[in-house]
T-cell receptor
Framework: QQQVKQSPQSLIVQKGGISIINCAYE??????FPWYQQFPGKGPALLIA?????SEKKEGRFTISFNKSAKQFSLHIMDSQPGDSATYFC?????????????????FGQGTILTVHP | EAQVTQNPRYLITVTGKKLTVTCSQN?????MSWYRQDPGLGLRQIYY???????DKGDVPEGYKVSRKEKRNFPLILESPSPNQTSLYFC?????????????FGPGTRLTVT
């Protein structure tokens, strides 16, 4: 069962445009929602993250919008650049339980391949 | 430099031939994890470890083994690889109880089983 669903699978945007990637989750226990960016031949790296008590977080050209009631969150890349071309993964984390071993478990979405044309 | 290293980066093997992919981190992180990445499926967790000698199954553990005898190392073992284990594998580490819990990923190991 896919607990985090990501769309679209691929996205092509012109330089200067806005890239939008969406994710939906099912488990209301998730407490942390990061986005990871992966360049070809590299491992994923944390791009930006949000907690469910915040509706929006912005870092430079990257913004996460979070809708707790709809159980959805999205990544917006403003003024997209060719250097933003990468695979993007949304994720959701299960919180740590006292004495439990599940801390830090991230459930990832399917990934979005973003191509920004010059 | 703080990093997670994996070896080998590329591996082609045949069905049934045991192999080990090594993972090492130099950040003194307690938590380590293995993922496989497949097109359309994203990253799926294979096994994880909260600390030395503490390991547990992730979402897709069948056909894999791990061990955590030292804090810095977390090898992934395929006792009898099969073609459906052809994939891109990532090791990751993270601190517990400090920081944001960000996971740091290695560069990946591309495995082909024929």
């Amino acid at each position: 069962q896919q607990q985090v669903k990501q769309s679209p699978q691929s996205l092509i945007v012109q330089k200067g445009g806005i890239s939008i990637i969406n994710c939906a989750y099912e488990n209301t226990a998730f407490d942390y929602f990061p986005w990871y960016q992966q360049f070809p031949g590299k491992g994923p790296a944390l791009l930006i993250a949000i907690r469910p008590d915040v509706s929006e977080k912005k870092e430079g050209r990257f913004t996460i919008s979070f809708n707790k009631s709809a159980k959805q969150f999205s990544l917006h890349i403003m003024d997209s650049q060719p250097g933003d071309s990468a695979t993007y993964f949304c994720a959701a984390r299960i919180p740590r339980k006292a004495g439990g071993t599940s801390y830090g478990k991230l459930t990832f979405g399917q990934g979005t391949i973003l191509t920004v044309h010059p | 430099e703080a990093q997670v290293t994996q070896n080998p980066r590329y591996l082609i093997t045949v069905t049934g031939k045991k192999l080990t992919v090594t993972c090492s981190q130099n950040m003194n992180h307690e938590y380590m994890s293995w993922y496989r990445q497949d097109p359309g499926l994203g990253l799926r967790q294979i096994y994880y470890s909260m600390n030395v000698e503490v390991t547990d199954k992730g979402d897709v553990p069948e056909g894999y083994k791990v061990s955590r005898k030292e804090k810095r190392n977390f090898p992934l073992i395929l006792e009898s690889p099969s073609p459906n284990q052809t994939s891109l594998y990532f090791c990751a580490s993270s601190p517990i109880d400090r920081g944001t819990g960000e996971q740091y990923f290695g560069p990946g190991t591309r495995l082909t089983v024929t």
